[in-house]
């Protein structure tokens, strides 16, 4: 299970959803409310994390747990309603790209900021194609995505005064802009025995190093012969987006999330 950066979507995984099947790993990025995609809403981390903690309950057989940047606060949070729960709990929490809550870069400077200084930090993060800023449409959309996640980020109280209920795997850029390799450590507090691994790369080093980043996650997550699918490429697992949402909304047999 992958949960996306700010401003990010499924769609920046989709090199692993291949990769990673040939290992007999599904691949499911989670793609959040398109209602709130195109009307600017916001409900918040903690939110998210209740959402789709309910959602992994459904899952069948060993799993992981992956989230970058913004979306490592949210798979945090998420484990801990999971354990609240009495769910079954990932093999690993991979928190990539980020600091602890509370350790972080502060986004208020942002959340008020014109538009061509939040498009100078995009391009300080990297991992977005230039054309993205100079398209009119694409830079609109980019822009009201970023800043949805934004208003999370700047709304974000945590209250994690626990360790962490499962194992953890704390993986950083060895030249990050906005998470130096001394923040990787803020977890510790929450995580002590956490595995760190620094990988070549800023801010996107877990696509830019995918070889890498893939040999780590099949480590650290334990993968091995015995969740290999047993026959050929029709025996691999089926992967795809996870969207989910508040039970009290979601239409039947429809999962979405906001």
Do not use: K
């Not at 398209?135 to 974000?156: H, T, W």
């Not at 800023?202 to 996650?217: E, I, N, P, S, T």
Request: proline share 9%; aromatic share 6%; glycine share 10%.
């Amino acid at each position: 299970m992958c949960v996306p950066h700010a401003g990010g979507s499924p769609i920046v995984f989709h090199r692993w959803v291949a990769a990673l099947a040939a290992d007999g790993v599904a691949v499911r990025p989670v793609l959040w409310d398109a209602i709130a995609e195109s009307t600017g809403e916001t409900c918040g981390i903690t939110a998210r994390a209740e959402s789709l903690a309910a959602q992994v309950g459904q899952l069948r057989g060993p799993w992981a747990l992956l989230g970058h940047s913004l979306g490592a606060l949210i798979a945090t949070e998420t484990v801990r309603h999971v354990a609240r729960r009495g769910g079954r709990l990932p093999r690993r929490l991979v928190l990539c790209g980020a600091a602890a809550p509370g350790h972080g870069v502060s986004a208020a400077p942002l959340v008020a900021a014109p538009d061509s200084d939040v498009i100078d930090f995009l391009r300080l993060l990297g991992g977005t194609p230039e054309e993205a800023f100079t398209d009119p449409d694409v830079r609109a959309m980019l822009l009201q995505r970023f800043r949805r996640d934004l208003a999370l980020l700047n709304g974000y109280q945590p209250t994690l005064d626990a360790p962490l209920p499962c194992p953890v795997a704390v993986y950083g850029g060895t030249v990050d802009p906005v998470v130096p390799v001394a923040a990787l450590a803020s977890w510790l507090d929450l995580a002590p025995d956490a595995q760190v691994r620094l990988f070549e790369g800023g801010h996107f080093f877990l696509h830019d190093d995918f070889v890498a980043v893939r040999a780590a996650l099949l480590e650290d997550c334990q993968v091995g012969h015995a969740d290999r699918p047993a026959g050929g490429h029709g025996d691999r697992p089926t992967a795809g987006p996870l969207r989910t949402d508040s039970p009290a909304t979601a239409p039947e047999g429809v999962q979405w999330n906001c």
